[in-house]
């Protein structure tokens, strides 16, 4: 049982490249949400996804989109990456069945930086 | 709107003395309630949550939170610090009735031999 994982680990992107980071779970999940963190602000929630096939916005969704096209995926893309998206993105993931306040469990983080 | 704050940006303690991280939460209802920990490089494991009931939860690692609704506060607590207990701890509300969560921005404790 994985958890959470998250694929690249590590990135180095040029200003204007794309990229897709992809986040898996083996909890059976229907919940799953992409966050991204930067010193000082703690995490905040860019977009996140109520069950295959749904996405919707969360805090800072501008310049990224996301796609749910299975339960266990949820994957997250830069069309035209910005300095200001360096930061330390995590995915996680949780199953509503335990009501609002139900875990999220979170993956190991993928750190990108843009120059 | 919903937001929590975590006061201090740092916090120094020696290993096998108490500690106590403040957390504050805006919020009009009863909050569900959370407190996770991230080690150097890695992600957020949860230590504990509060949804109703007893006001005084116990997680992991030997860490407790009171819940006190007249001080808008959920603080956590560890009598004894442990060297391996040195990492970024962050407090976190759901938002609205959804399942979003909330964060606050961190206490990074430091553990003195």
């Known amino acids: 049982n994985a958890g959470v994982t998250q694929t690249p680990k590590f990135r180095v992107l040029k200003t204007g490249q794309s990229m897709t980071l992809l986040c898996a779970q083996d909890?059976?999940?229907?919940?799953m949400y992409w966050y991204r963190q930067d010193p000082g602000m703690g995490l905040r929630l860019i977009h996140y996804?109520?069950?295959?096939?749904?996405?919707a916005k969360g805090e800072v969704p501008d310049g990224y989109n996301v796609s749910r096209l299975k339960k266990q995926n949820f994957l997250l893309g830069l069309e035209s990456a910005a300095p200001s998206q360096t930061s330390v993105y995590f995915c996680?993931?949780?199953?509503?069945?335990?009501?609002?306040?139900?875990?999220?469990?979170f993956g190991p983080g993928t750190r990108l930086t843009v120059l | 709107a919903q937001s929590v704050t975590q006061p201090d940006i740092h916090i120094t303690v020696s290993e096998g003395a108490s500690l106590e991280l403040r957390c504050n939460y805006s919020?009009?209802?009863?909050?569900?309630l959370f407190w996770y920990v991230q080690s150097p490089g890695q992600g957020l494991q949860l230590l504990l949550k509060y949804f109703s009931g007893d006001t005084l939860v116990q997680g992991i690692k030997g860490f407790e939170a009171e819940f006190k609704r007249s001080q808008s506060s959920f603080n956590l607590r560890k009598p004894s610090v442990h060297w391996s207990d040195a990492a970024e701890y962050f407090c976190?509300?759901?938002?609205?009735?959804?399942?979003?969560?909330?964060f606050g921005s961190g206490t990074r404790l430091l553990v003195r031999p």
């Open positions: 909890m059976n999940h229907e919940y």
């Open positions: 996804s109520v069950g295959e096939g749904t996405t």
């Open positions: 996680a993931s949780s199953s509503p069945s335990g009501g609002a306040g139900d875990t999220q469990y």
């Open positions: 919020y009009g209802a009863t909050p569900y």
């Open positions: 976190a509300v759901v938002a609205d009735s959804s399942y979003k969560l909330i």
